[in-house]
Protein backbone atom coordinates (compact mmCIF):
# COMPACT_ATOMS: atom_id res chain seq x y z
CA UNK A 1 0.00 0.00 0.00
CA UNK A 2 3.36 2.30 0.08
CA UNK A 3 2.37 4.22 3.36
CA UNK A 4 5.06 5.96 3.55
CA UNK A 5 4.31 9.44 5.96
CA UNK A 6 6.76 11.93 7.01
CA UNK A 7 8.38 9.66 10.26
CA UNK A 8 8.27 6.68 8.90
CA UNK A 9 9.81 7.65 5.10
CA UNK A 10 12.47 9.16 6.61
CA UNK A 11 13.57 6.34 8.73
CA UNK A 12 13.10 3.85 5.36
CA UNK A 13 15.27 6.46 3.58
CA UNK A 14 18.03 6.06 5.90
CA UNK A 15 18.32 2.07 4.65
CA UNK A 16 18.11 3.45 1.11
CA UNK A 17 20.73 5.34 1.32
CA UNK A 18 22.57 2.68 3.35
CA UNK A 19 21.82 0.30 0.61
CA UNK A 20 23.12 2.54 -2.21
CA UNK A 21 26.04 4.44 -0.15
CA UNK A 22 27.57 1.93 1.13
CA UNK A 23 26.49 0.01 4.57
CA UNK A 24 28.52 3.11 6.20
CA UNK A 25 26.85 2.38 9.64
CA UNK A 26 28.41 5.89 11.18
CA UNK A 27 27.25 7.74 8.47
CA UNK A 28 23.11 7.70 8.33
CA UNK A 29 21.89 9.80 5.03
CA UNK A 30 18.64 11.04 4.06
CA UNK A 31 17.66 11.85 0.36
CA UNK A 32 16.80 14.94 0.91
CA UNK A 33 20.11 16.44 1.07
CA UNK A 34 20.86 19.60 -0.45
CA UNK A 35 22.87 17.85 -3.17
CA UNK A 36 25.96 17.96 -0.48
CA UNK A 37 25.93 14.80 0.80
CA UNK A 38 22.86 14.50 3.42
CA UNK A 39 24.31 12.78 6.01
CA UNK A 40 22.26 13.52 9.32
CA UNK A 41 22.54 13.42 13.36
CA UNK A 42 20.15 10.78 14.66
CA UNK A 43 19.35 8.36 17.16
CA UNK A 44 20.77 4.89 16.23
CA UNK A 45 19.41 3.88 13.17
CA UNK A 46 20.17 -0.13 13.84
CA UNK A 47 17.18 -1.76 12.66
CA UNK A 48 17.47 0.43 8.87
CA UNK A 49 20.86 -0.61 8.97
CA UNK A 50 19.38 -4.00 9.16
CA UNK A 51 17.09 -3.58 6.27
CA UNK A 52 19.95 -2.63 4.40
CA UNK A 53 21.78 -5.63 4.52
CA UNK A 54 18.82 -7.53 3.56
CA UNK A 55 18.25 -5.13 0.68
CA UNK A 56 22.09 -5.98 -0.34
CA UNK A 57 21.32 -9.89 -0.09
CA UNK A 58 17.72 -10.05 -1.40
CA UNK A 59 17.54 -7.28 -3.26
CA UNK A 60 15.20 -4.25 -2.67
CA UNK A 61 11.75 -4.65 -1.25
CA UNK A 62 10.50 -3.11 1.73
CA UNK A 63 8.77 -6.45 3.35
CA UNK A 64 12.84 -6.79 4.89
CA UNK A 65 12.62 -3.49 6.97
CA UNK A 66 8.83 -4.65 7.52
CA UNK A 67 10.26 -8.28 8.86
CA UNK A 68 12.95 -6.71 11.08
CA UNK A 69 10.74 -4.18 12.93
CA UNK A 70 7.98 -7.29 13.00
CA UNK A 71 10.91 -9.40 14.50
CA UNK A 72 11.96 -6.93 17.78
CA UNK A 73 8.74 -6.13 18.37
CA UNK A 74 7.32 -9.88 18.46
CA UNK A 75 10.60 -11.16 20.90
CA UNK A 76 9.76 -7.77 23.41
CA UNK A 77 6.39 -9.41 23.02
CA UNK A 78 7.03 -12.77 23.83
CA UNK A 79 9.94 -11.59 26.60
CA UNK A 80 6.61 -9.78 28.22
CA UNK A 81 4.12 -12.98 27.82
CA UNK A 82 7.09 -15.11 30.12
CA UNK A 83 7.14 -12.07 32.43
CA UNK A 84 3.66 -11.93 32.74
CA UNK A 85 3.23 -15.77 32.99
CA UNK A 86 6.21 -15.75 35.88
CA UNK A 87 3.14 -14.08 37.75
CA UNK A 88 -0.14 -14.92 36.80
CA UNK A 89 -1.95 -18.26 34.40
CA UNK A 90 -0.84 -18.82 30.98
CA UNK A 91 -4.61 -17.37 29.91
CA UNK A 92 -4.22 -14.20 31.68
CA UNK A 93 -0.66 -13.55 30.56
CA UNK A 94 -2.21 -13.79 26.61
CA UNK A 95 -5.46 -11.90 27.52
CA UNK A 96 -3.15 -8.92 28.79
CA UNK A 97 -0.98 -9.28 25.92
CA UNK A 98 -3.59 -9.27 23.16
CA UNK A 99 -4.89 -6.07 25.15
CA UNK A 100 -1.41 -4.18 24.32
CA UNK A 101 -0.17 -5.81 20.78
CA UNK A 102 -4.46 -5.26 19.22
CA UNK A 103 -3.35 -1.52 19.89
CA UNK A 104 -4.24 0.20 17.30
CA UNK A 105 -1.22 2.21 17.05
CA UNK A 106 1.16 -0.84 17.80
CA UNK A 107 -0.95 -2.83 14.56
CA UNK A 108 0.16 -0.24 12.33
CA UNK A 109 3.23 0.37 13.57
CA UNK A 110 4.51 -3.10 14.74
CA UNK A 111 5.24 -3.96 10.74
CA UNK A 112 6.35 -0.83 9.39
CA UNK A 113 9.43 1.65 9.84
CA UNK A 114 9.06 3.43 12.63
CA UNK A 115 11.85 2.87 15.37
CA UNK A 116 9.88 3.25 18.34
CA UNK A 117 8.46 -0.24 17.42
CA UNK A 118 12.16 -1.68 17.87
CA UNK A 119 12.81 0.10 20.87
CA UNK A 120 9.72 -1.25 22.66
CA UNK A 121 10.60 -4.28 21.87
CA UNK A 122 13.71 -4.23 23.55
CA UNK A 123 12.69 -2.80 26.36
CA UNK A 124 10.28 -5.15 27.13
CA UNK A 125 13.15 -7.89 26.47
CA UNK A 126 15.40 -5.93 28.96
CA UNK A 127 12.16 -5.91 31.71
CA UNK A 128 11.94 -9.38 31.60
CA UNK A 129 15.83 -10.13 31.98
CA UNK A 130 15.38 -7.31 35.17
CA UNK A 131 13.09 -9.78 36.97
CA UNK A 132 14.43 -12.84 36.43
CA UNK A 133 18.34 -11.27 37.63
CA UNK A 134 16.90 -8.97 40.33
CA UNK A 135 13.56 -9.12 41.55
CA UNK A 136 12.54 -11.84 44.07
CA UNK A 137 9.66 -14.25 43.03
CA UNK A 138 7.66 -16.40 45.60
CA UNK A 139 9.38 -19.17 44.55
CA UNK A 140 11.54 -19.33 41.59
CA UNK A 141 14.78 -18.33 42.46
CA UNK A 142 16.91 -15.37 40.76
CA UNK A 143 19.13 -16.59 37.64
CA UNK A 144 23.12 -15.75 37.24
CA UNK A 145 23.65 -16.42 34.26
CA UNK A 146 25.93 -14.35 32.46
CA UNK A 147 23.87 -14.79 29.27
CA UNK A 148 20.74 -12.99 30.89
CA UNK A 149 23.33 -9.92 32.18
CA UNK A 150 24.99 -9.33 28.78
CA UNK A 151 21.32 -9.57 27.42
CA UNK A 152 20.20 -7.29 29.79
CA UNK A 153 22.79 -4.34 29.04
CA UNK A 154 22.49 -4.76 25.30
CA UNK A 155 18.35 -4.53 25.27
CA UNK A 156 18.34 -2.08 27.62
CA UNK A 157 21.06 0.30 25.97
CA UNK A 158 20.13 -0.59 22.18
CA UNK A 159 16.36 0.41 23.92
CA UNK A 160 17.38 3.49 24.90
CA UNK A 161 19.67 4.22 21.84
CA UNK A 162 17.50 3.66 19.14
CA UNK A 163 14.50 6.11 20.91
CA UNK A 164 15.44 8.16 23.71
CA UNK A 165 12.31 8.21 25.21
CA UNK A 166 13.08 4.48 26.66
CA UNK A 167 15.41 6.30 28.98
CA UNK A 168 12.37 6.07 31.02
CA UNK A 169 12.66 2.36 31.95
CA UNK A 170 16.35 3.04 32.59
CA UNK A 171 15.48 5.77 34.76
CA UNK A 172 13.12 3.19 36.34
CA UNK A 173 15.41 0.96 36.81
CA UNK A 174 17.98 3.40 38.19
CA UNK A 175 15.50 5.00 40.87
CA UNK A 176 15.05 1.46 42.46
CA UNK A 177 18.40 1.18 42.73
CA UNK A 178 19.14 4.26 44.63
CA UNK A 179 15.76 3.84 46.46
CA UNK A 180 17.14 0.59 47.74
CA UNK A 181 20.19 2.01 49.76
CA UNK A 182 17.15 3.83 51.82
CA UNK A 183 16.80 1.31 54.42
CA UNK A 184 13.31 2.52 56.02
CA UNK A 185 11.73 1.45 52.50
CA UNK A 186 12.74 -2.13 52.56
CA UNK A 187 13.26 -2.67 49.07
CA UNK A 188 15.42 -5.93 48.66
CA UNK A 189 17.68 -5.85 45.30
CA UNK A 190 20.19 -9.07 45.18
CA UNK A 191 23.44 -8.13 43.76
CA UNK A 192 23.08 -4.47 43.81
CA UNK A 193 27.06 -4.05 42.78
CA UNK A 194 26.27 -6.14 39.75
CA UNK A 195 23.15 -4.00 38.83
CA UNK A 196 25.61 -0.75 39.17
CA UNK A 197 27.63 -1.88 37.13
CA UNK A 198 25.05 -3.29 34.05
CA UNK A 199 23.03 0.17 34.22
CA UNK A 200 26.82 1.62 33.52
CA UNK A 201 27.46 -0.30 30.86
CA UNK A 202 24.15 0.08 29.45
CA UNK A 203 24.30 3.56 29.50
CA UNK A 204 27.61 3.93 27.24
CA UNK A 205 25.69 2.40 24.60
CA UNK A 206 23.12 5.74 24.08
CA UNK A 207 25.42 7.78 25.52
CA UNK A 208 28.53 7.10 22.72
CA UNK A 209 26.20 7.18 20.15
CA UNK A 210 24.69 10.66 21.17
CA UNK A 211 28.57 12.34 21.26
CA UNK A 212 28.83 10.57 17.63
CA UNK A 213 25.83 12.23 16.42
CA UNK A 214 26.11 15.62 18.12
CA UNK A 215 29.87 15.41 15.72
CA UNK A 216 27.83 14.56 13.27
CA UNK A 217 25.29 17.49 13.64
CA UNK A 218 28.27 19.98 14.06
CA UNK A 219 30.17 18.94 11.04
CA UNK A 220 27.46 18.09 8.61
CA UNK A 221 24.70 21.03 9.92
CA UNK A 222 22.32 18.66 10.11
CA UNK A 223 19.70 17.74 13.22
CA UNK A 224 17.18 15.69 11.28
CA UNK A 225 16.15 13.13 13.93
CA UNK A 226 17.23 14.09 17.14
CA UNK A 227 14.39 14.76 20.11
CA UNK A 228 14.07 18.19 20.93
CA UNK A 229 12.09 19.79 23.78
CA UNK A 230 9.35 22.14 22.45
CA UNK A 231 8.07 24.74 24.34
CA UNK A 232 4.54 26.15 24.09
CA UNK A 233 4.49 30.00 23.44
CA UNK A 234 1.65 30.34 26.13
CA UNK A 235 -0.23 28.66 28.42
CA UNK A 236 -3.35 28.99 25.78
CA UNK A 237 -0.94 27.15 23.60
CA UNK A 238 0.19 24.14 26.06
CA UNK A 239 -3.77 23.44 26.91
CA UNK A 240 -4.96 23.92 23.11
CA UNK A 241 -1.94 20.90 23.18
CA UNK A 242 -3.41 18.75 25.34
CA UNK A 243 -7.11 19.53 23.24
CA UNK A 244 -5.63 18.80 20.30
CA UNK A 245 -4.02 15.33 21.88
CA UNK A 246 -6.89 14.27 23.68
CA UNK A 247 -9.19 14.59 21.06
CA UNK A 248 -6.97 12.27 18.55
CA UNK A 249 -4.96 9.85 19.99
CA UNK A 250 -5.74 7.84 23.36
CA UNK A 251 -8.18 5.52 21.58
CA UNK A 252 -5.12 5.23 19.52
CA UNK A 253 -3.42 3.42 22.25
CA UNK A 254 -6.41 1.52 23.84
CA UNK A 255 -9.71 1.54 23.16
CA UNK A 256 -12.53 2.98 24.87
CA UNK A 257 -13.75 2.09 28.12
CA UNK A 258 -10.18 0.50 28.64
CA UNK A 259 -8.48 3.48 28.26
CA UNK A 260 -10.61 5.04 31.12
CA UNK A 261 -10.01 1.62 33.12
CA UNK A 262 -5.97 1.79 32.34
CA UNK A 263 -6.36 5.21 33.85
CA UNK A 264 -7.95 4.74 37.29
CA UNK A 265 -5.77 1.83 37.93
CA UNK A 266 -2.90 3.90 38.08
CA UNK A 267 -4.69 5.65 40.55
CA UNK A 268 -6.07 2.54 42.23
CA UNK A 269 -2.50 1.24 42.58
CA UNK A 270 -1.38 4.41 44.75
CA UNK A 271 -3.53 2.68 47.60
CA UNK A 272 -2.77 -1.17 47.17
CA UNK A 273 0.92 -1.11 48.30
CA UNK A 274 0.56 -3.09 51.72
CA UNK A 275 -0.81 -6.00 48.57
CA UNK A 276 1.95 -5.93 46.20
CA UNK A 277 5.48 -6.95 46.58
CA UNK A 278 7.71 -3.33 47.77
CA UNK A 279 10.42 -3.76 44.93
CA UNK A 280 7.40 -4.43 42.18
CA UNK A 281 5.27 -1.71 43.78
CA UNK A 282 7.69 1.37 43.80
CA UNK A 283 8.71 0.24 39.89
CA UNK A 284 5.50 1.01 38.96
CA UNK A 285 4.90 4.19 40.48
CA UNK A 286 8.78 5.22 39.15
CA UNK A 287 7.58 4.18 35.69
CA UNK A 288 4.28 5.53 36.01
CA UNK A 289 5.32 8.92 37.27
CA UNK A 290 7.99 8.87 34.54
CA UNK A 291 5.83 8.28 32.07
CA UNK A 292 3.39 11.25 33.06
CA UNK A 293 5.74 13.76 33.25
CA UNK A 294 7.44 12.88 30.14
CA UNK A 295 3.58 13.15 28.45
CA UNK A 296 3.58 16.48 29.89
CA UNK A 297 6.55 17.82 28.77
CA UNK A 298 6.56 16.61 25.50
CA UNK A 299 2.59 17.22 25.11
CA UNK A 300 3.51 19.66 21.71
CA UNK A 301 5.55 16.36 20.06
CA UNK A 302 2.42 14.60 21.14
CA UNK A 303 0.36 16.97 19.38
CA UNK A 304 0.92 15.39 15.74
CA UNK A 305 2.87 12.01 16.23
CA UNK A 306 0.33 9.38 17.53
CA UNK A 307 3.54 6.67 17.60
CA UNK A 308 5.18 9.44 20.29
CA UNK A 309 2.87 7.14 22.97
CA UNK A 310 4.80 3.67 21.68
CA UNK A 311 7.58 3.95 24.00
CA UNK A 312 5.21 4.41 27.08
CA UNK A 313 3.52 1.02 26.87
CA UNK A 314 5.51 -0.60 29.46
CA UNK A 315 3.61 1.66 31.98
CA UNK A 316 1.05 -0.63 31.78
CA UNK A 317 2.80 -3.98 31.50
CA UNK A 318 4.34 -2.90 34.83
CA UNK A 319 1.03 -1.54 36.32
CA UNK A 320 -0.69 -4.86 35.43
CA UNK A 321 1.81 -7.02 36.58
CA UNK A 322 1.47 -5.18 40.40
CA UNK A 323 -2.25 -5.49 40.17
CA UNK A 324 -2.06 -9.01 39.49
CA UNK A 325 0.07 -9.36 42.98
CA UNK A 326 -2.48 -7.77 44.77
CA UNK A 327 -4.89 -9.60 43.23
CA UNK A 328 -3.18 -12.96 44.43
CA UNK A 329 -3.42 -11.86 48.21
CA UNK A 330 -7.21 -11.75 48.16
CA UNK A 331 -8.93 -14.08 50.72
CA UNK A 332 -10.91 -16.64 49.62
CA UNK A 333 -13.98 -15.40 50.24
CA UNK A 334 -13.74 -13.24 47.84
CA UNK A 335 -13.07 -15.45 44.96
CA UNK A 336 -16.10 -13.57 42.95
CA UNK A 337 -13.91 -10.62 42.50
CA UNK A 338 -11.11 -12.76 40.63
CA UNK A 339 -13.58 -13.81 38.51
CA UNK A 340 -15.13 -10.52 38.12
CA UNK A 341 -11.58 -9.10 36.74
CA UNK A 342 -11.23 -12.11 34.32
CA UNK A 343 -14.34 -11.39 32.94
CA UNK A 344 -13.35 -8.09 32.75
CA UNK A 345 -10.76 -8.22 30.70
CA UNK A 346 -11.96 -10.71 28.77
CA UNK A 347 -14.31 -7.98 27.68
CA UNK A 348 -11.92 -5.77 26.92
CA UNK A 349 -9.91 -7.57 24.64
CA UNK A 350 -13.30 -7.67 22.58
CA UNK A 351 -13.09 -4.27 22.79
CA UNK A 352 -9.96 -3.61 21.75
CA UNK A 353 -10.38 -6.24 19.62
CA UNK A 354 -12.70 -4.26 17.48
CA UNK A 355 -11.06 -1.28 17.78
CA UNK A 356 -7.74 -2.31 16.28
CA UNK A 357 -9.42 -4.04 13.80
CA UNK A 358 -11.64 -1.32 12.63
CA UNK A 359 -8.75 1.18 12.74
CA UNK A 360 -6.07 -0.91 10.85
CA UNK A 361 -8.80 -0.96 8.15
CA UNK A 362 -9.28 2.48 8.02
CA UNK A 363 -5.37 3.18 7.86
CA UNK A 364 -5.13 1.22 4.38
CA UNK A 365 -8.27 2.46 3.29
CA UNK A 366 -7.59 5.54 0.50
CA UNK A 367 -9.17 8.65 0.93
CA UNK A 368 -9.99 7.48 4.48
CA UNK A 369 -9.18 10.42 7.54
CA UNK A 370 -7.03 7.89 8.98
CA UNK A 371 -4.82 6.66 5.88
CA UNK A 372 -2.30 9.02 5.89
CA UNK A 373 -0.22 8.25 2.48
CA UNK A 374 -0.22 11.52 0.45
CA UNK A 375 0.62 9.85 -2.81
CA UNK A 376 0.15 6.65 -4.66
CA UNK A 377 3.35 4.72 -4.12
CA UNK A 378 2.47 2.47 -7.29
CA UNK A 379 2.23 5.64 -9.70
CA UNK A 380 5.10 7.29 -8.75
CA UNK A 381 7.09 3.81 -8.69
CA UNK A 382 6.11 3.49 -12.73
CA UNK A 383 7.44 6.85 -12.96
CA UNK A 384 10.69 5.69 -11.51
CA UNK A 385 11.47 3.44 -13.59
CA UNK A 386 10.21 5.48 -17.38
CA UNK A 387 13.41 8.37 -15.84
CA UNK A 388 15.70 5.10 -15.03
CA UNK A 389 15.63 4.30 -18.88
CA UNK A 390 16.47 7.83 -19.09
CA UNK A 391 19.85 7.55 -16.90
CA UNK A 392 19.17 9.61 -14.15
CA UNK A 393 19.92 7.63 -10.94
CA UNK A 394 20.68 9.17 -7.23
CA UNK A 395 23.65 10.57 -8.28
CA UNK A 396 22.07 13.47 -10.29
CA UNK A 397 20.51 16.30 -7.98
CA UNK A 398 16.53 16.21 -8.49
CA UNK A 399 14.22 18.88 -7.52
CA UNK A 400 10.88 17.62 -6.44
CA UNK A 401 7.45 19.61 -5.67
CA UNK A 402 5.20 19.89 -4.15
CA UNK A 403 5.91 17.29 -1.38
CA UNK A 404 3.68 17.58 1.69
CA UNK A 405 5.75 15.14 3.33
CA UNK A 406 9.84 14.94 3.75
CA UNK A 407 11.44 12.94 2.03
CA UNK A 408 8.44 10.82 0.20
CA UNK A 409 8.97 11.81 -3.18
CA UNK A 410 12.70 11.97 -3.42
CA UNK A 411 12.56 8.41 -1.60
CA UNK A 412 10.13 6.89 -3.32
CA UNK A 413 12.03 8.04 -6.36
CA UNK A 414 15.08 6.33 -5.17
CA UNK A 415 16.71 9.84 -6.10
CA UNK A 416 18.19 12.33 -4.00
CA UNK A 417 18.21 16.49 -3.84
CA UNK A 418 15.55 18.91 -2.81
CA UNK A 419 12.19 19.60 -2.62
CA UNK A 420 9.39 22.99 -2.66
CA UNK A 421 6.46 23.32 -0.56
CA UNK A 422 4.02 25.70 -2.25
CA UNK A 423 4.60 28.01 0.60
CA UNK A 424 7.86 28.48 -0.86
CA UNK A 425 8.72 32.18 -2.43
CA UNK A 426 10.66 32.94 -5.61
CA UNK A 427 13.24 33.86 -3.09
CA UNK A 428 13.67 30.43 -1.88
CA UNK A 429 13.73 29.03 -5.02
CA UNK A 430 16.60 31.20 -6.39
CA UNK A 431 18.19 30.48 -3.08
CA UNK A 432 18.20 26.75 -3.78
CA UNK A 433 19.15 26.63 -7.74
CA UNK A 434 21.61 28.97 -6.26
CA UNK A 435 22.87 26.99 -3.87
CA UNK A 436 22.38 23.15 -5.21
CA UNK A 437 22.13 23.30 -8.92
CA UNK A 438 19.66 20.50 -8.95
CA UNK A 439 20.19 19.23 -13.01
CA UNK A 440 16.07 18.14 -13.15
CA UNK A 441 13.62 19.18 -11.54
CA UNK A 442 9.93 16.92 -11.09
CA UNK A 443 7.15 18.23 -10.58
CA UNK A 444 3.25 17.67 -9.19
CA UNK A 445 1.87 21.01 -9.40
CA UNK A 446 1.84 23.22 -12.24
CA UNK A 447 2.25 26.37 -9.72
CA UNK A 448 5.62 25.52 -8.84
CA UNK A 449 6.36 24.23 -12.49
CA UNK A 450 5.49 28.24 -13.40
CA UNK A 451 7.65 29.69 -10.44
CA UNK A 452 10.55 27.94 -11.46
CA UNK A 453 10.11 29.25 -14.96
CA UNK A 454 10.45 32.41 -14.26
CA UNK A 455 13.46 31.62 -12.05
CA UNK A 456 15.78 32.95 -15.26
CA UNK A 457 16.72 29.50 -15.53
CA UNK A 458 15.78 27.13 -18.86
CA UNK A 459 13.49 24.00 -18.30
CA UNK A 460 13.69 21.25 -20.91
CA UNK A 461 10.36 18.94 -21.07
CA UNK A 462 11.75 15.50 -20.66
CA UNK A 463 8.41 13.01 -19.61
CA UNK A 464 5.00 13.24 -17.93
CA UNK A 465 3.28 10.16 -16.71
CA UNK A 466 -0.64 11.03 -14.91
CA UNK A 467 0.13 13.74 -12.86
CA UNK A 468 4.35 14.00 -12.65
CA UNK A 469 6.18 15.79 -15.42
CA UNK A 470 10.15 15.94 -15.37
CA UNK A 471 12.11 18.88 -16.64
CA UNK A 472 15.85 19.22 -17.18
CA UNK A 473 17.24 22.40 -16.05
CA UNK A 474 19.62 24.45 -17.90
CA UNK A 475 20.82 27.19 -15.72
CA UNK A 476 21.63 30.49 -17.51
CA UNK A 477 22.23 34.07 -15.17
CA UNK A 478 19.90 33.41 -11.77
CA UNK A 479 19.31 36.14 -10.30
Request: hydrophobic content about 45%; aromatic content about 18%.
Amino acid sequence: MGVHQSAQCDRASLAQNYYYGGLRFFYPEVNENRCIDGIVSCELPLASFLAACSYKLFGFDEFYFRLITFLFYSFGMFALFLLFNTRMNKTMSMALLLILQLSPILLFYGANFIPDVCSLGLAFLAWYCFFKLYIHHPFEPNTKAIGMHILFVMSLGLSVAIKTTSLIQFISILGLLVFSYLPFLKIKIPQRRTLSISLMLAFTIPLSWYLWSKYLSLTHNSQYFMMSLPHSESWDKYFEAWAVYLANWPPQALSYPIIYIAASLLILLVFLKKFIQTELYFLSILNSTGSILFLFLMIEQFKYHDYYFICLFPVFALNWLALSDAVKKLPHNFWWIKIAIFIGVLISLNFQFYTGRKNLEERYTEGNYWEQSHHRSVDIDSFRLKIKTLGINRNNCVLVGFDPSPNNLLYLLHLRGHRLSKDHDQDRINDVLNSSHPQYFISNDSTLTQKLKTSAVQTKFLLKYKYLELYKIEYDSLP
